[in-house]
């Protein structure tokens, strides 16, 4: 008897794979892990301290001492890193963010305590950039027109990542967007005998609305005058976020980062098939904020919204996201 096959209903049927949870398992494409996810972390003075930050509902500022616990926690959960930011006092915020240099910041102090408590179990990835420190909020230094100079900038930024990896960074990942930053760091730290230290590079920062939180946690919402779109990007733009990345990878980043996250899937998977080097995804602060505002409103499950959307990172083609939901979705991932 003849037969014939099809790639036609009824002979292909492509529920039948969706039919069971174990097979749906089976032939999942994406898989998510705890090990996918860095969790960034606020830094405040003093000890014993927590601050909840009312635009980011569930995270908090921490005392180094407190940090310390977070580290530890993150490397219970298989959390492989953990990305620090400091909120320094406005006494010791500058007009050109000397703080930055202190060998005794809140970056630095944080960065040795978790060092000294963990070793090696856990990543520290430090951010570079001045607007933690900055009187002005702004990430380098400026003229007297108030325009951000990029290779005035670069001389402190590069002592930045120096005052960082001497403390015991693994990763720097500069944010400032000032063109040039990542060669001049690399240098400075192959110079100082830092091999070893990684470079993610916040290569296409965009200037987004959805950064408002994180400049509350930081304490520079209040302070910046101005805006930054004379150095962070235009979300209109792609092809430009492709010759960022490209330089910053001939400049000697390990890795690149995209930022904000959701908005900008089709950028992380351009970035993907133009590139081969690992690719991160900053899911920000305001994306984290909507996401617990609608599920606090009822309009979707938190934990179905919080997986899905760390998932489409994955699918983009990510190695990897950081993201205020790190430990949460660790928990709900190792059950």
Excluded at 182 to 190: F, Q
Excluded at 211 to 218: C, E, I, K, N
């Amino acid at each position: 008897m003849e037969t014939t096959t099809s790639a036609s209903f009824p002979h292909t049927r492509l529920r039948r794979t969706r039919a069971s949870t174990w097979s749906r398992a089976m032939v999942r494409e994406n898989n998510l892990t705890p090990a996918d996810m860095i969790w960034p972390l606020f830094i405040s003075e003093g000890s014993d301290v927590q601050e909840p930050i009312d635009s980011l509902p569930g995270v908090s500022r921490w005392s180094v001492d407190l940090i310390v616990e977070r580290a530890k926690e993150a490397r219970d959960l298989g959390i492989p890193c953990v990305a620090l930011f400091p909120n320094t006092p406005n006494g010791k915020r500058s007009d050109d963010g000397q703080e930055a240099l202190n060998p005794d910041n809140l970056m630095c102090r944080a960065t040795k305590a978790v060092k000294d408590a963990l070793g090696d179990d856990i990543g520290i990835l430090t951010d570079v950039a001045l607007d933690p420190y900055t009187s002005h909020g702004q990430d380098g230094l400026l003229n007297d027109k108030g325009y951000v100079e990029n290779d005035r900038t670069l001389e402190i930024l590069t002592k930045q990542a120096l005052n960082q990896a001497h403390a015991g960074a693994d990763i720097i990942a500069p944010s400032d967007m000032m063109d040039g930053r990542v060669g001049a760091i690399r240098s400075v730290l192959e110079l100082a005998n830092h091999h070893d230290v990684q470079i993610m590079a916040y290569a296409a920062k965009y200037a987004s609305a959805f950064y408002g939180p994180f400049r509350d946690a930081v304490g520079s919402g209040g302070l910046l005058k101005g805006d930054k779109k004379t150095y962070q990007m235009d979300p209109a733009n792609s092809d430009e976020a492709m010759r960022e990345i490209a330089l910053d990878i001939a400049e000697g980043a390990d890795s690149v980062m995209v930022k904000p996250g959701l908005a900008y899937l089709d950028i992380i998977h351009r970035t993907k098939a133009e590139f081969n080097v690992p690719i991160f995804a900053y899911q920000v602060s305001g994306e984290y904020a909507l996401i617990k505002a609608g599920a606090a409103a009822g309009v979707g499950d938190h934990d179905a919204l919080m997986m899905e959307t760390l998932t489409a990172f994955k699918r983009a083609g990510c190695s990897g996201m950081l993201t205020y939901f790190a430990a949460d979705a660790a928990r709900l991932l190792n059950g």
